[in-house]
């Protein structure tokens, strides 16, 4: 759910492009705008108006296409709209019709009794609920901030994570230099949709495209190196916890092991890289997300490398090799 409550102007506020445009403008009912929206799901009210209010989910966005604006024509034709008498209720967040469809007269003027707003699309009912429900599930999400750079390498986004001064961002220009991209730097917003699928972005869109870099200052990555090395969001797939280097610390050289960090109840695979001079981290990284993608693909290095050791010592091979050929003494 929302940290703050979203109304239905804020729906309304929205700048949404392309697949993800609503082109919702509201008819009737602007004193209801400041009514907030509470639940993410919608509501096709067939049954509502003709009656039947058991079950009735009056706390939706209530979606109207051909068949329920035809019924309500229908209803102020014979002049029988009794039956929509409950139809609003104080719960309810707004109606929107679909197709460019108006309502009837009298609905209107319900609408205007009760404050609820009348909003209107020209999209289908079908392509207008698909939308809705996409946006409002990002918006509902359950999310958090941190500290991080997120990256994307050869397709996959990793988090750059570690105290101030190890190196993330300097690591994340060099990875922009190879080729690759940046969706944000310093405050990441991590929004948990669907269940399982981590989505990071700038926690603000306006500077999630600046990078600071000590002794350098603020640089603009779109504007240096063209709108290709930058993107807005991306799933984050692979954590990257950079550390100096710890001598007494005993790192992992075979990686037989996945490590874990769960992030809004999702476990992400995390890898630990030590910082120290000579170390080419973006290269390290670059092979860390392409090791991930083959992980994905079925294949794992680190297993196949242990089970080709295992094979090759009951074969025999490992003992010759230990003991040597006793027939040379």
């Keep these: ?85 409950n139809f609003f209720r104080p719960e309810m967040p707004c109606c929107v019709f679909t197709y460019n469809l108006e309502p009837s007269e009298e609905f209107r003027q319900m609408a205007e009794d009760y404050c609820c707003p009348i909003l209107q699309t020209d999209l289908t009912s079908t392509e207008f609920s698909t939308r809705i429900i996409r946006v409002c599930s990002n918006i509902f999400a359950p999310h958090k901030t941190l500290h991080g750079v997120l990256v994307e390498v050869y397709g996959i986004g990793i988090l750059l994570n570690g105290h101030s001064g190890v190196g993330k961002s300097e690591t994340a220009l060099e990875l922009v230099e190879r080729g690759h991209r940046l969706v944000a730097d310093d405050i990441i917003e991590i929004r ?85 001079p000579g170390r080419n981290l973006p290269i390290i990284i670059e092979a860390a997300a392409m090791n991930e993608r083959l992980k994905d693909m079925g294949y794992n290095s680190a297993k196949e490398f242990n089970q080709n050791v295992l094979k090759w010592i009951e074969t025999g091979d490992a003992k010759a090799a230990l003991y040597g050929n006793d027939n040379a003494y």
Excluded at 219 to 241: F, H, M, P
């Design 1 to 85: 759910m929302a940290d703050k409550k979203f109304t239905v102007l804020d729906l309304l506020d929205l700048d949404l492009s392309g697949h993800d445009a609503l082109h919702l403008k509201c008819i009737a009912g602007r004193r209801g705008l400041p009514r907030a929206i509470t639940n993410p799901e919608i509501n096709r009210p067939g049954l509502a108006l003709s009656g039947f209010y058991e079950n009735y989910a009056g706390d939706r966005m209530q979606v109207f296409g051909r068949g329920e604006a035809a019924y309500l024509t229908k209803l102020h034709n014979e002049k029988s709209s009794d039956s929509i008498k």
């Design 192 to 276: 948990c949709v669907n269940g399982n699928t981590l989505l990071g972005r700038g926690a603000n869109t306006m500077i999630s495209h600046h990078m600071e870099i000590r002794g350098l200052g603020i640089i603009n990555i779109s504007k240096l190196y063209g709108v290709g090395a930058i993107r807005n969001q991306k799933e984050v797939q692979l954590i990257v916890q950079l550390e100096e280097w710890d001598s007494s610390k005993a790192y992992d050289r075979l990686g037989t092991e996945q490590n874990y960090k769960e992030l809004l109840g999702v476990k992400v695979p995390l890898i630990e890289i030590p910082v120290r």
